[in-house]
Structure formats: structure tokens, C-alpha cells
């Protein structure tokens, strides 16, 4: 009797360690496809003549910092000019703009439905040559949690989704009076606005094992600055499908898809301003990879049709890239 009492106790002792195990290696599971499989659109919006940008985020649910740098091409063809003084046409020229801008970018979860992000850019903005440096206007935005699919290990393979709507402000913090070398700079070269703007916003995110989709949309309402100019309202939507790819401890995530912007036209005192405003189609690609705590961020946007109100200088193409931290709530 006394040799059954042990076995028993054996056998008990060593399913408990196996059951032990099985828990551990389900909670090892779970992280894993939290830290992994839990990747979220997060929208930012600076808006550069019409335009923002839209990005996926790995590790939505930590709180994050990092830089990120854009560089938008504007050019229109080189045209030849008559000068009635020569006999001859002079030599074609054409305009050259880049909007490029290094920003700050920290986002804070104060529960897990809200969250702030801060966005504070440095304009670099090269207009046919001539520079213009300075702090472009602080982006506060806010964004709450509406509906989450709830994260087990039970429904990893079924269709996750997160929705998201929000709003915020853009504090006329960047300089918006500098000139350049030949006098009075037009307001959309200027690093800042010198004006409030309020924006509402939404993002829709859906996951089916490694395929995902999301979608954001953004609109902005712009206030009069102290010149008696008022840039147009503005809307932005983003749209793009991406596939997640373990590599080890490493996730890369290609990513396609489209983002449209369109706005109105700008306002000095009661008049429109003719040479303003209009609508880009852009095709979008890219490539995120994120590894323990840091993520690395690469778009590509290409114009697939411009229109333009007036004479305008045309979009080329736009690149932007970042590097983010990610730390705990």
C-alpha cells in the first residue's frame, strides 16, 4: 500500500510540472502574438501644402518616442520664357520646391482606450534654391479606443479588428513671416501657419493571421492667422493592406495601398487665393521592421494624379522614414 501511495505521488508531482510547463509555454504564446501579431495604423497629420502622413505602428498598446524624416519633391517643367528686349527665347526654367522635416514623435497611453500623441517638427524647406530652417506649428492629438477585438490565444486565428476616432489641435508655434532673398515668401513656404487648426479623426484596423488591412481618415479645419490669411480645410484618407512575416525575433511587414489628400482654397482677407487647394491620388508602398523594442519605418509615394487649382508646382514623389522606442504603459 504504502508503495502505491508513492507512485501516486509521483505521477501527481510530475503532471503538475508538465501542466506547469504548458501553462508557461501558453503565456510565452500569448506575449509572443501580443508583441507580434498586435499592430495598429496610427495616424499623424502635418499637413505641407495639402499633405500628411498616414503609417503602421507595431506595439500599439506601449507608450513610444522617436524621429522621423519626410522629404517631399515638388517640380514643374522648364519653360521657356520670350523676353521682348533679345531676339531669342531665354533659357527654360522651371520650379524646384523640397519640403523636408525632421519630427519628434512621442505617444502616451493614459488608459488602455486613450491616448495623446505629440508631433514636433523642424521645417527644412528649400524653395528654387533658397533655405528656410525653423520649428514648424505642434500637433496635439488625441484618440480613443471604440471597439477591440479582445487578444487570446483562442481567436488568434480568427479576424481581429480596432477601431479608433479622435481629434486634436495644431498650435501656431513655427515662424510663419520669414522671407527669402527676393522678399516676401508665399505662406505655404513658411515653416508655420501663424494659425489654430482642429481636427477630428478615425482608423479602422483589421487582422486575418498574417494579412492585415487599414484605414484612416483625417479632416482639418483651419483658423485665420495674423495676415489676414487662412489656409483651406483639408481632408486626408489612407487605405493599405500589408502581410507580417516573422524572421526570428524580427518582424517585417510590407505593406501597399493608396492615400488621397484634397482641400479647398486658401483665403487672404475675403478673396480665395487663385493658386491653391486641389486633390492628389498617391499609390503607397513601404516596409516596417521591428525588432524587441524599436521599429523601423520606410514609405514610398507616388503621385498617380495631380489636380492642381491654378499654377501650381506639381507632386514628384514623397519619402518618409522613422525610427521608434517603445517602452511600457
Not at 520670350?82 to 522651371?94: C, I, M, Q, R
Not at 528656410?132 to 488625441?142: A, H, P, S, Y
Not at 524580427?250 to 495601398?257: E, I, K, R, S, Y
Amino acid at each position: 500500500m504504502k508503495n502505491i501511495l508513492t507512485s501516486l505521488a509521483i505521477i501527481i508531482l510530475i503532471s503538475s510540472f508538465n501542466n506547469s510547463k504548458a501553462d508557461e509555454k501558453d503565456k510565452f504564446l500569448l506575449k509572443k502574438i501580443k508583441s507580434l501579431g498586435d499592430i495598429h495604423s496610427v495616424q499623424n497629420t502635418e499637413c505641407d501644402l495639402c499633405g500628411c502622413y498616414f503609417g503602421i505602428e507595431p506595439n500599439y498598446s506601449l507608450n513610444s518616442v522617436g524621429l522621423r524624416y519626410s522629404y517631399f519633391k515638388f517640380a514643374s517643367d522648364p519653360v521657356a520664357v520670350a523676353n521682348p528686349n533679345v531676339d531669342h527665347e531665354t533659357s527654360p526654367t522651371g520650379d524646384n520646391e523640397i519640403y523636408s522635416k525632421i519630427e519628434l514623435v512621442a505617444k502616451y497611453n493614459v488608459n488602455q482606450k486613450l491616448r495623446l500623441i505629440l508631433t514636433v517638427p523642424y521645417k527644412l524647406n528649400d524653395i528654387n534654391g533658397s533655405r528656410i530652417r525653423d520649428i514648424g506649428d505642434v500637433l496635439l492629438m488625441g484618440q480613443y479606443l471604440v471597439y477591440s477585438t479582445e487578444m487570446s490565444l483562442k481567436n488568434e486565428s480568427k479576424y481581429r479588428q480596432r477601431v479608433y476616432l479622435g481629434g486634436g489641435v495644431k498650435a501656431p508655434t513655427g515662424a510663419f513671416n520669414k522671407q527669402l532673398v527676393y522678399g516676401v515668401t508665399e505662406p505655404h513656404f513658411q515653416p508655420g501657419t501663424g494659425a489654430f487648426d482642429f481636427l477630428v479623426s478615425g482608423t479602422y484596423f483589421g487582422k486575418y493571421k498574417d494579412f492585415g488591412f487599414n484605414a484612416d481618415a483625417s479632416y482639418s479645419m483651419a483658423t485665420t492667422n495674423k495676415n489676414e490669411y487662412r489656409f483651406a480645410n483639408r481632408l486626408n484618407m489612407a487605405a493599405a493592406i500589408f502581410y507580417q512575416i516573422p524572421v526570428g525575433e524580427t518582424g517585417v511587414l510590407p505593406h501597399t495601398g493608396v492615400y488621397y489628400e484634397s482641400a479647398g482654397m486658401d483665403k487672404q482677407g475675403d478673396l480665395e487665393v487663385d493658386d491653391s487647394g486641389g486633390n492628389v491620388l498617391f499609390l503607397t508602398g513601404g516596409l516596417d521592421i521591428y525588432f524587441s523594442s524599436f521599429a523601423f519605418n520606410l514609405d514610398y509615394q507616388y503621385p498617380l494624379n495631380n489636380k492642381l487649382n491654378g499654377d501650381q508646382t506639381e507632386n514628384k514623389f514623397r519619402v518618409i522614414t522613422g525610427l521608434s522606442y517603445y517602452f511600457g504603459m
